[in-house]
């Protein structure tokens, strides 16, 4: 959202990761970005509402309480229902990832903010993650049964040879899309709300004044814009978790057991 | 909003070749952003996992569990209500039991004193009625004499007038006597 100010304007350049506090360890640079400081932000608010839930009073809870409760309820539901039993111990995990990514989203949606979620590398480091969790946590489990996963039951033997090549390959995909769904999900959406603000700002700076009122036509449909990102803001990050659910329920109980 | 620094940046990665139009493909960024989300969501984990979902959780299961023994207490005191109820009805009917009771023996007892007072009146009724219908009878016994009495006198009186001498008043008696009877 930083383009409103220049004349030209650039739906890109509010993905700028601009550096706060420079660090640089040999070639690396690990500076402190804006991006950092955003996620920042969201680890405080998230640890500052449940924690205000964890301290809170085992009577009628405050709306802040009730937020946390909700939010800590809505997850154990979801873990339960995606990812069956045992998998008590994955919660706090889970939990993590939806409330980080959501927590993002919702900022991001913020005028003048910056979108950590738009951003691949985030998207794909949190899928890799749930990736390598499911993969190791199902061999350490299971052992050879985690293969089981790549092997339907009730499958002819003939075509068994391409059905488990195809399993193969779409358990291999899984972080791609799972990484892509989001980030493409967050980066459209801030594109398209900065296109129709650079909309509006062009039509007030119009030569023409006629078509200067005009200018509230992209407004309106920004208005509009918001809350549907609000929508997918939610959205995205409870198809994150529920995908992470699922992928644990491989995990926890390969071939569906 | 903060244009400088992201010039350089760009001018940088021109440099070195990268997707410098597009900064989500800018990998110059990602060991920044790789640390830091590393550095977040390693603390978010933590507090997370160690502080506030075991609390969070431990909040929601004694709120439940109060509320199951809330619930619990209250179905005990409604049965105890019931109970007290219970046993209060019982004592209203016992009460109006014995109320009743109590009513019809002093309504006994006062029918008992009553008819035993009127026996009492009428006995006393009856003997004074008696006493009269006696001096009734002696009055008139006496009044029938006294009839006798005149009745020889007036005849005595009678025959002296007519004959002139003085009757024998044994034989006016004896004459009244016998128109009497007669």
């Known amino acids: ?257 | 909003m903060a244009q400088q620094p992201a010039a350089t940046h760009t001018e940088v990665q021109q440099e070195a070749g990268g997707h410098e139009n597009f900064p989500p493909f800018n990998a110059h960024t990602f060991p920044s952003q790789l640390l830091w989300l590393a550095i977040s969501f390693g603390a978010l984990y933590l507090v997370m996992a160690r502080v506030a979902l075991p609390k969070l959780g431990g909040v929601i299961e004694a709120r439940k569990a109060r509320i199951a023994k809330d619930l619990d207490d209250a179905a005990s005191m409604q049965q105890k209500a019931d109970a007290a109820a219970a046993a209060h009805e019982k004592t209203i009917a016992e009460a109006r039991a014995k109320a009743l009771a109590l009513a019809q023996e002093a309504r006994d007892k006062l029918a008992a004193e009553t008819a035993a007072k009127r026996k009492i009146l009428e006995d006393e009724l009856a003997a004074k009625l008696a006493a009269a219908d006696q001096q009734i009878a002696a009055t008139r016994a006496q009044a029938m004499s006294n009839v006798e009495t005149i009745a020889r006198e007036a005849a005595g009186a009678i025959f002296e007038r007519i004959l002139g001498r003085t009757p024998d008043s044994q034989a006016i008696a004896q004459a009244v006597a016998a128109t009497k009877n007669g």
């Open chain 1, 1 to 257: 959202m930083a383009a409103e100010a220049g004349s030209a304007i650039n739906p890109i350049e509010q993905f700028s990761v601009v550096p706060i506090v420079p660090i640089h360890i040999g070639n690396l640079d690990l500076s402190l970005t804006n991006s950092s400081l955003y996620m920042l932000i969201a680890v405080g608010i998230v640890s500052a509402l449940m924690l205000i839930g964890a301290n809170g009073s085992t009577g009628a809870p405050g709306r802040l309480q009730a937020l946390a409760e909700m939010a800590y309820e809505f997850m154990a539901g979801m873990l339960r229902s995606a990812a069956g039993d045992h998998a008590e111990e994955f919660f706090p995990f889970v939990f993590c990832i939806f409330m980080f990514v959501l927590i993002l989203n919702l900022i991001g949606i913020i005028p003048y903010t910056f979108s950590v979620t738009s951003h691949i590398v985030i998207t794909a480091a949190l899928a890799l993650l749930v990736f390598f969790t499911v993969v190791i946590v199902g061999i350490a489990r299971h052992g050879a049964h985690f293969f089981k996963n790549f092997v339907p039951p009730g499958v002819p033997v003939y075509i068994l040879p391409l059905v488990v090549a195809l399993e193969v390959v779409s358990f291999m995909t899984r972080p791609v899309s799972h990484s892509v769904r989001l980030f493409a999900n967050m980066l459209a959406g801030h594109i398209t709300l900065n296109v129709f603000g650079g909309f509006t700002i062009m039509l007030l700076g119009a030569a023409t004044v006629i078509f200067r009122p005009l200018a509230v036509l992209p407004l309106v449909m920004n208005v509009g814009l918001e809350a549907l990102e609000v929508l997918v803001a939610f959205l995205q990050a409870y198809v994150f978790a529920m995908l992470t659910c699922m992928y644990l329920n491989d995990a926890l109980h390969p071939g569906g057991h």
